[in-house]
């Protein structure tokens, strides 16, 4: 069970972010301008742990994660979960953040949201 443990909790974290998504009504996930951010963020984790698996700086002990991975870049599978997770959760919380501040200046400045 040790072995799946890792790649679980990464799909188990995208999941949430995708509840956190719909619970604070974002609506991110239906947004293509989200989708090529998550993109362009898995590129740039596949070079950063890419880099740091094949120095190698970064170790993944055998016991937590399943084996395969990524060709070339020797990086376990299992971390591109955690990677689209970090980034959804941050942008679904900075858009929200974001709204929040925003009708409180509405209501601050006499604006009527609509």
């Known amino acids: ?21 719909r619970v604070v009504q974002t609506s991110l996930v239906r947004q293509r301008r989200f989708w090529i951010f998550l993109g362009l963020i898995l590129c740039c984790q596949l070079v950063f742990d890419g880099y740091l698996t094949a120095r190698p700086v970064t170790f993944y002990d055998p016991c937590c994660h399943l084996g395969p991975r990524l060709p070339i870049l020797e990086m376990p599978i299992e971390e591109l979960p955690f990677g689209i997770m970090l980034a959804s959760f941050t942008i679904i919380l900075w858009e929200w953040s974001g709204r929040l501040i925003s009708r409180k200046q509405e209501r601050d400045n006499g604006i009527n949201p609509t």
């Open 1 to 21: 069970m040790m072995r799946w443990e890792y790649l679980i909790a990464g799909i188990v974290s995208c999941l949430l972010a995708l509840l956190l998504d």
